[in-house]
Nanobody
């Protein structure tokens, strides 16, 4: 059974930092691209960062470029999202997503972790 478990969310002040983790189990992590999405109240889910495997090529939404960094550790079956210079508009539930390199129908989601940026 495939599981993605996010952690690391919480309450942080503006201009602060958080690091989210997504631990995967039940799949061959190295052949899955990893993505982070977020969904704010009343808004659609937004793709904010992705990283390929192999190669580790990254892409970011304009809203987070230069502030967020996605990475992965295939030995630990874990993807990360380092979030710096956080703004109140970054407040959302953050989800990780795993997509098989060749079979896009193998697509899995975590349960989400809440990030709240407020003073």
């Amino acid at each position: 059974q495939v599981q993605l478990v996010e952690s690391g969310g919480g309450l942080v002040q503006p201009r602060g930092s958080l690091r989210l983790s997504c631990v995967a189990s039940g799949l061959t992590f190295s052949i899955y691209g990893m993505r982070w999405y977020r969904q704010a109240p009343g808004k659609e889910r937004e793709l904010i960062a992705s990283i390929t495997s192999p190669g580790g090529i990254t892409n970011y939404a304009d809203s987070v470029k230069g502030r967020f960094t996605i990475s992965r550790d295939n030995a630990k079956n874990t993807a990360y999202l380092q979030m710096d210079s956080l703004k109140p508009e970054d407040t959302a539930v953050y989800y990780c997503n795993a997509v098989h390199l060749y079979r896009r129908e193998y697509n899995y989601w975590g349960q989400g972790t809440q990030v709240t940026v407020s003073s």
